[in-house]
């Protein structure tokens, strides 16, 4: 369904020095410098997959998506989705996706929902049985029941997200770029918006792939992830693997009913964190059951739980090492 | 549906769409209407430098029926797509425009129609009330109406698509709005809505009747007063023709090069 091959994205941007002076010179002479945002990123995905794009700030996910979708023009490389090469902004290839944009809208800010949406079906040519159908569907699914006869600017974040996807979705694409879809939303919201995404992908086969700074969004709903940092690829695969591969081990937590030594502690495992009578060790996966009954024996313990080292964690350790490992690409920044 | 129908559909939809959103902005429109007041200011000056005499063969009256059209004109071809383009590629928010099976310029056009529909009926009404108290004549016939109309539309379509093109600009450069401006400034002494242009010296008239200028204004206003005659008529038209071919050309060329440099910011 999606197809890339050696993707790269530069752009050209023109540096200002901050103050007076700084905007003079760039009155008389402007520097420019080329910004390299995605560099060299290749990866297939099937359709029906669920994949999520992780990565900080800048890294060049969002950029990816844009290509993916037709907005942005690749500098590089060749990206092939649904059949299509997206820069060409073919109809039929705009039928067939969307990108939602957490911070992007596509409603209008004055009207309700309900106008906007009769011309996205006039749009995308769908007959008025379907529309019914369809809208029916996307009411019932994202609970949009009174919302979309008010003004788009009177509907709270959350619900003015959802009437965005629906409208996003009336179309019903076979591809689904989803760009940051609950920033900013509260956790109910958050979930009901993953909830209803799973659905969609299940209910329709829909191919998705969404970038989010949320992990959970992105370990509730894609099974394979693309960690994307510094415009390259730096994994790819599923995203229990990447938990088993970056984190050997797990991480047993006791609640004491007293202080104990902090060497008894480090017998049982890697002494993660202490504070107060709460204790954290990292134990190898293998060991966790014999380790927490060694505990149990030995130490006064109120309370055990065991737990898997946070995704977040394995991620920034996993950007870290990257950074560590590839040349950074701002370096090519240097080139006017 | 056939093709044709679905057309029609999305036109519609799109032209429902915009004039609710028009009526939403009812003050602004009203606003924008009185800014564009100066033919009115014009000819209130006219009128007082006519007070003694007819100036270049045009009477107190007949400077009131000029430049109450030469308004009118004007309110017909207003446009303020620039604004939007530079708006939108600037800041991001064509991307959703984008992401749509319909080329983005439809949308402007029927934003432009729409506001049209809201805002004639309130111009005609000073325009017809002016007349009556100026006690200007205007001979309506077919020819002149229908002369009128044509080139109205004529000039529409310069003004929108030399917007159209000035707004591409905005992919390479922030500077557009300042391009505007100039283009503004020029037009407007040259297309007749400070002066009638056959107050101009010969000359100066004869240059510019190889520009787009006359024919935005004088020509439309001209038409509707009965003064063009049959071959006047047929070379503005004519005229207009090849220049609003131009900037349609210009405009949809600039267009799609652009889009190659467009960075879709935000989000």
Not at chain 2, 138 to 159: D, K, N, Q, Y
Request: include cysteine; proline fraction near 4%.
């Amino acid at each position: 369904m999606i197809d890339v091959d050696g993707l790269r994205k530069v752009y050209r941007v023109h540096e200002k020095e901050a103050g007076l002076r700084g905007s003079i010179r760039a009155f008389v002479g402007r520097r420019y410098r080329d910004v390299v945002a995605v560099d060299g990123v290749g990866f297939r995905v099937e359709a029906g997959e669920v994949v999520g794009f992780l990565g900080p700030n800048g890294a060049g996910k969002t950029t990816t998506l844009k290509v993916l979708s037709g907005l942005l023009h690749p500098t590089a490389g060749r990206v092939a989705v649904a059949g299509f090469e997206p820069r060409r902004r073919q109809a039929d290839f705009l039928r067939r996706i969307t990108l939602v944009m957490g911070q992007k809208q596509q409603l209008a800010w004055d009207l309700a929902a309900a106008d906007s949406f009769l011309v996205n079906q006039a749009i995308y040519e769908i007959p008025d049985d379907v529309y019914r159908t369809r809208l029916g569907e996307l009411t019932e699914m994202l609970s949009l029941d009174g919302l979309l006869g008010k003004q788009v600017r009177k509907l709270s974040l959350g619900e003015r997200m959802k009437c965005e996807l629906a409208a996003a979705l009336l179309h019903r694409p076979e591809v689904l770029f989803l760009d940051e879809p609950t920033i900013g939303l509260d956790v109910t919201m958050q979930q009901q918006v993953r909830r209803f995404v799973a659905d969609y992908n299940v209910r329709h086969g829909a191919t998705v792939v969404l970038t989010s700074h949320y992990m959970a969004d992105v370990a509730a709903l894609a099974r394979r992830i693309l960690v994307i940092d510094h415009g390259r690829l730096v994994f790819d695969g599923d995203l229990r693997a990447l938990v088993e591969q970056r984190a050997p081990e797990r991480r047993l937590r006791l609640t004491l009913a007293d202080r104990v030594e902090r060497s008894d502690l480090a017998s049982l495992g890697r002494v993660h964190r202490v504070e107060g009578l709460e204790v954290e060790l990292g134990v190898p996966r293998a060991e966790v059951a014999r380790v927490a009954a060694a505990a149990l024996a030995r130490l006064p313990v109120v309370d055990v739980a065991i737990e898997d080292v946070p995704i977040e964690e394995i991620v920034a350790e996993l950007f870290a090492r990257g950074r560590a490992n590839a040349a950074p690409v701002g370096e090519d920044a240097g080139r006017a | 549906m056939s093709s044709r129908a679905w057309a029609w559909r999305k036109a519609r939809a799109l032209f429902a769409h915009a004039f609710a959103n028009m009526t939403e902005y009812r003050a602004e429109i009203a606003i924008w209407m009185i800014s564009g007041s100066l033919p009115l200011v014009m000819m209130a000056m006219w009128i007082g430098l006519a007070a003694d005499g007819p100036v270049g063969g045009y009477a107190a009256a007949d400077f009131a029926a000029y430049f109450l059209v030469v308004f009118l004109v004007r309110q017909a071809t207003a446009v303020w797509v620039v604004w939007e383009l530079d708006r939108e590629i600037r800041l991001g928010d064509l991307s959703p425009k984008l992401l749509r099976p319909i080329d983005p310029l439809w949308g402007h056009v029927v934003d432009n129609l729409a506001e049209k529909a809201v805002r004639l009926p309130l111009v005609l009404l000073p325009v017809v009330g002016g007349m009556w108290w100026a006690g200007a004549r205007v001979p309506f016939t077919v020819e002149s109406l229908a002369g009128f109309a044509l080139l109205v539309a004529g000039a529409w379509v310069i003004r929108f698509f030399q917007e159209y093109a000035t707004g591409s600009l905005t992919f390479w450069t922030d500077q557009t709005a300042g391009l505007e401006r100039v283009w503004f400034t020029v037009s407007v002494v040259l297309s007749g809505a400070l002066a009638p242009l056959d107050l101009f010296p010969a000359t100066v008239r004869s240059a510019l009747a190889f520009t787009p200028f006359p024919y935005l204004v004088d020509a439309p206003v001209q038409a509707l007063l009965g003064r063009l005659t049959g071959v006047e008529l047929a070379t503005a038209l004519a005229v207009q023709a090849a220049w609003g071919a131009a900037f349609v050309i210009g405009a949809r060329w600039l267009w799609s090069r652009g889009l190659r440099r467009y960075g879709a910011v935000g989000a």
